[in-house]
């Protein structure tokens, strides 16, 4: 909830600030791979929020991080600063940008969390499969006892 929160306010003020279009970088990333980008990053910087390490370790692991993230989209760091730039300067661009990672996010969550049904399911499948072959063993055991 206070992600949502959060995100309502920083739209708002981005729109509030919103003023002249800034010139188009050269090397602009394209609002589609820039969302592949940006999702990317918040993945990274998710899964690192939760790290309890050294400031400098956990500083110099994310540089390596995200160069290994511009190297898999084909963008330099520069770039993507100079899109990032031009994008906040360009309120509702970017508004249509971050809602557009809430969305992946969102399909993200879903589908891991599907994913732990599945495992779920998958657990208690083979624990039944289980108390069935001990039930088996059991009783072969039992029978050999007889004899």
Same mark, same amino acid.
């Given at each position: 909830? @206070?992600? =949502?929160?959060?995100? &309502? ?6 729109? +509030?600030?919103?003023? *002249?279009? #800034? ?9 589609? @791979?820039? =969302?592949?980008?940006? &999702? ?6 998710? +899964?690192?929020?939760? *790290?309890? #390490? ?94």
């Amino acid at each position: 909830m @206070k992600l =949502v929160i959060s995100y &309502l306010a920083l739209a708002a003020i981005l729109i +509030a600030c919103e003023g *002249k279009p #800034s010139t188009v970088p050269h090397d602009l990333i394209p609002q589609e @791979k820039f =969302v592949d980008v940006l &999702l990317d990053v918040r993945l990274l910087e998710g +899964a690192y929020s939760t *790290k309890v #390490s050294k400031p400098d370790t956990i500083k110099m692991k994310m540089e390596a991080y995200y160069q290994s993230l511009f190297d898999k989209h084909g963008i330099s760091k520069l770039q993507f600063t100079t899109s990032e730039e031009y994008y906040m300067k360009n309120g509702s661009v970017l508004l249509s940008i971050e809602d557009s990672v809430m969305e992946k996010l969102n399909r993200l969550n879903n589908l891991q969390n599907e994913l732990k049904v599945d495992d779920k399911m998958n657990l208690l499948d083979s624990l039944e499969y289980k108390k069935e072959v001990d039930s088996i063993a059991s009783n072969d055991r039992n029978s050999l006892l007889k004899q």
